[in-house]
């Protein structure tokens, strides 16, 4: 299985482990990657000042997730979450996301997952807002 390389994402977020991230192998838990994908992202959204998790009119429901584990990482390694868009529907996301350990150039693991973004009140489907849209076809790849 090929792995992606920094080059196939077009923003990144640096993430630190921490002690808890090791399991009773020695290595990050399973569990710790999609934590890290949220992480990313969703830091990345709120930087970007287009996801307000307080008082937004809009929130990102996640639908789909998946992961693929390419090598080890552990504590205390540093963590550069590559992100790109895969596709961009009227009220859809796939977020394309590698972790990267420390400088290494290959993705020791890469996921993705499904945002549908929905009204924060009533929970239902509604079109991107377009300061969201804006900023997410920034990074489409």
């Avoid at 991107?128 to 990074?139: D, G, H, M, N, V």
């Amino acid at each position: 299985m090929t792995r992606s390389t920094r080059a196939d994402y077009r923003t990144f977020r640096t993430i630190t482990t921490r002690w808890m991230d090791n399991d009773a192998y020695g290595h990050m838990n399973n569990v710790v990657h999609y934590s890290l994908f949220d992480t990313a992202v969703n830091g990345w959204l709120i930087e970007s000042g287009v996801l307000d998790i307080h008082k937004g009119a809009q929130i990102g429901l996640v639908v789909e997730t998946g992961c693929k584990y390419f090598a080890e990482m552990a504590f205390p390694d540093t963590i550069h979450a590559g992100i790109r868009v895969a596709r961009l529907g009227t009220s859809s996301v796939r977020y394309e996301i590698g972790l990267f350990r420390n400088d290494e150039s290959e993705a020791a693991a890469e996921g993705f997952f499904v945002h549908v973004y929905v009204d924060a009140a009533t929970r239902r489907p509604a079109p991107l807002a377009p300061a969201l849209r804006a900023k997410l076809e920034r990074i489409v790849s």
